[in-house]
Each structure stands twice: as C-alpha cells, then as structure tokens.
C-alpha cells in the first residue's frame, strides 16, 4: 500500500471515530432530557393527585390516610399555613438550605405553600384551606418506603393537616 492510501485510511478511521462519538454523545443527551420530562410528568402527576386529595378530604369530620407515591428522588413534603404567608417573623427550624429557600418564599408573601424539599426546593403550588397543627406555622412530612403518607382531618371548610 503506497502512502497515501495508509494516510487515507487514517483519517477515514478518524472520521468514522468522531461520527461514532458525535452519535453516542447526541444520544445520551437525549436520554438524559427524557429522564428529566419524566420526573416533571410525576411532580405534575403528584400535584393533581395531592390538590385532589384535599379537596375531597374538606368535609366535615372526615379522617382520611392516603399515601402518595413519592416523585423523583425528593424526601419531603412540606406545608405552610397560608396565614404566615408574607408574615416576616415566620422562621424554619432547620438551617437546611432548600426549608431556607421556602421562609424566604413565605416570608417574600409568595404565593406557595406546598414544597417538595430534596436536593433544592421544588413549589408545588398554594392551597388556601389547609389548617396545620404544628406550632411553627409549618409541617414537613418524611417519605416513607416511597410514600408520602398523609393524615388528614377535614374541619368543613379546610382541611387539617397533621404530622404523626
């Protein structure tokens, strides 16, 4: 083979290297953005079942226990009364970066009252009829085993919201 055949061939090679790894790169770009649709549909997905869940837990008298299913990878469900909204004294406990993030966001009269908390704070949306018995003015509750689970009291025009 002379020698340009052989200096040819490497850049042939060369350029079926740069294709192969143009394609592979593309690809998992892609797949890593539907991995992220995929746990926006859930968020949405857990704000509908949640917002329903209330709603239908408001009558008077009514105990209710649902769990819902946990979206992405996100360790907290956490509620603050609408009354501390825009209230400045309104403080968190925990010096938790994203719980941080939420006081600002009460306390910047935001309307939001309903976080998912996990690496950064996601804002799931405002419902004005919850009641929460916890002193703080807030409440967060732990998933567990995938699962928020949810204890709900309805007071007939809101809902209670209790952490056991």
Do not use: W
């Not at 239908?56 to 226990?65: E, F, P, Q, R, T």
């Not at 400045?88 to 910047?108: C, E, G, H, K, W």
């Not at 309903?114 to 916890?134: K, N, T």
């Amino acid at each position: 083979m002379d020698r340009r055949a052989q200096i040819a061939m490497i850049f042939t090679f060369l350029f079926a290297i740069i294709v192969i790894g143009a394609l592979v790169l593309t690809g998992f770009y892609f797949i890593n953005k539907l991995f992220v649709q995929e746990c926006d549909v859930d968020v949405v997905r857990f704000k509908n079942s949640l917002f329903a869940t209330l709603q239908d837990s408001k009558s008077y008298g009514s105990v209710a226990h649902p769990e819902l299913r946990t979206p992405c990878d996100y360790q907290e469900l956490c509620f603050i009364a609408p009354e501390h909204l825009g209230d400045y004294s309104f403080t968190v406990n925990d010096n938790i970066y994203p719980l941080l993030l939420m006081q600002d966001s009460a306390r910047s009269f935001i309307k939001q009252n309903i976080f998912l908390v996990g690496d950064y704070l996601e804002p799931i949306g405002y419902y004005p009829d919850i009641s929460l018995a916890a002193p703080e003015g807030y409440s967060c509750i732990l998933t567990q085993s995938g699962v928020f689970p949810l204890h709900l009291r309805g007071q007939g025009r809101v809902v209670g919201i209790e952490n056991e």
